[in-house]
């Protein structure tokens, strides 16, 4: 599928850097998310039929800091507490 296939985002808060990356490659894509300390933030993955999530290669529900939020309108939404998140998906969006 031809556009984009990679971003990269860097916001300087007063509590530290927040950080977003994906890249699609190999049919999957993955996304690496900045928390700083002390914040949460709310990480929305389209596409939940694109088969399991992992986070640094563990299903996404035994990842120390993430909160399944749910599916809804064809988005994966999980709550991330303070840390460094790498996401794999199976299909890219």
Do not use: H
């Not at 933030?41 to 992992?54: F, I, K, Q, S």
């Amino acid at each position: 599928m031809p556009g984009l296939d990679f971003a990269d985002y860097v916001l300087q808060t007063v509590r530290g850097e927040c950080r977003c990356f994906w890249r699609r490659d190999n049919g999957g894509a993955e996304v690496e998310v900045q928390v700083p300390v002390n914040t949460e933030a709310t990480l929305a993955l389209p596409n939940p039929e694109c088969g399991p999530v992992t986070e640094s290669l563990l299903p996404v529900k035994q990842a120390v800091g993430v909160d399944n939020l749910g599916n809804a309108d064809g988005v994966s939404n999980f709550r991330l507490q303070s840390g460094i998140y790498r996401f794999r998906v199976n299909r890219a969006f």
